[in-house]
């Protein structure tokens, strides 16, 4: 049988989430019935936040065969408005840019992105970005499409879907449930949608005993600093932490600048610069749990879910995590019984506190988070959603 060539179109190979769960697809599809290729839209090392492009070179040695878009623009016109495009998404937020520039891609540039698509059987489009910026350009009648959602409505301030065509049909692949999707599609017409939980390689591990150590307690963040990741509710928490007697500090591991986000001067005004180190990006978030003597993590959810999977492989270290809401909805009662969800800013320290004084609730809690992932995120599992879909529609 001939293998299905599936092409995956993506901005980076960088590793951050959304890259990390297009790699985990890609290692996990089944090589003797799908021949896989990677579109890269932006050169290698172009984002600034992130010079390493961590998946790419795992990309090549899985077999894949890299695409890169700049060379596929053949006139000097195309590339100059492609060069154009990418310098100016430096500077201009990039759903302003999209909304801008929706009418301003090179007609040349197109047909050449078309014919390149037309090559492949199956065409994934990774992300919401993506998309709005050149796949919504593109006519998938020679070949299947799927839209890939790594973003959702609460993360912005623009309406995500502004210049996207709500009448158009779609397929898309994401880890929401039926109500939550219709909020976040709300205004589309036409569309398919294959559930596909956030998932990856998952092999559990020990860390030390935190039961031995003694305060202050370490209380470990793991996120981008930036304005689309709020750190607030874990800066407020943990001057609430201090102020009923509870001696702990926070470590934050994560790209970007505290200073530029007027991360650094809110922990000043509250004066507990001495509690709150920056760790900087962690490579290795095993290497991380190991090695940190961390007694606790505190992470981003959305609807009361883990929103990334660092949470998951944090998950198998057995240290517990308790989460942050940015976007409840509607409460779903079996997610809070394996992941603390909170909005209300006493009750999110409360159950911090109460976690960190018995280290035998630690010890449960973090157990009950690693058998529920194992039980659910584990790539090998879910991987047959996907090779289904492609194989039979």
């Not at 309406?159 to 449930?177: C, M, N, T």
């Not at 911090?352 to 659910?376: I, N, T």
Request: proline letters at 5%.
């Amino acid at each position: 049988m001939r293998k299905k060539k599936v092409l995956f179109v993506v901005y980076y190979f960088i590793q951050a989430g959304g890259e990390r769960y297009t790699y985990e697809i890609a290692r996990a599809l089944n090589k003797e019935r799908f021949e896989i290729h990677f579109l890269k839209i932006y050169p290698l090392g172009s984002n600034k936040n992130w010079p390493n492009e961590y998946y790419y070179q795992p990309t090549l040695e899985l077999g894949c065969k890299v695409h890169f878009y700049e060379d596929l623009l053949k006139s000097s016109s195309s590339l100059k408005r492609f060069k154009l495009f990418e310098q100016l998404s430096r500077l201009i937020p990039i759903g302003r840019l999209q909304a801008y520039t929706s009418n301003r891609v090179a007609e040349e540039t197109l047909n050449t992105l078309q014919n390149f698509l037309n090559e492949f059987d199956i065409v994934n489009w990774m992300g919401n970005g993506i998309f709005a910026h050149l796949g919504r350009h593109t006519n998938p009648s020679r070949y299947k499409e799927y839209i890939h959602l790594l973003s959702t409505r609460f993360q912005y301030e623009h309406d995500l879907y502004a210049v996207w065509d709500k009448e158009r049909s779609y397929h898309f692949f994401s880890p929401f449930s039926p109500w939550l999707l219709e909020r976040e599609l709300h205004g589309f017409k036409n569309f398919r949608h294959t559930y596909f939980p956030m998932s990856l390689s998952l092999q559990p591990y020990e860390v030390e005993n935190s039961q031995k150590r003694k305060p202050p307690f370490i209380i470990a963040v793991f996120t981008r600093i930036d304005k689309l990741k709020p750190m607030e509710p874990y800066i407020y928490g943990l001057k609430l932490l201090l102020e009923k007697g509870v001696d702990a500090e926070l470590h934050i591991y994560g790209a970007g600048d505290p200073a530029l986000t007027g991360l650094k001067r809110q922990i000043e005004h509250l004066y507990i610069t001495d509690k709150v180190k920056f760790k900087g990006h962690a490579e290795s978030i095993e290497t991380v749990m190991k090695t940190g003597e961390i007694d606790l993590v505190w992470f981003q959810s959305g609807n009361n879910r883990p929103a990334g999977f660092a949470a998951f492989e944090i998950a198998m270290s057995g240290v517990p995590q308790v989460f942050w809401d940015f976007a409840q909805y509607v409460p779903e009662p079996e997610y809070n019984e394996v992941y603390p969800n909170y909005t209300h800013l006493t009750n999110f320290v409360q159950k911090s506190s109460e976690l960190l004084l018995d280290p035998a609730k630690r010890k449960e809690l973090g157990l009950r988070q690693r058998a529920f992932v194992l039980r659910h995120q584990d790539i090998h599992q879910n991987i047959e959603i996907i090779e289904s879909e492609f194989l039979n529609n």
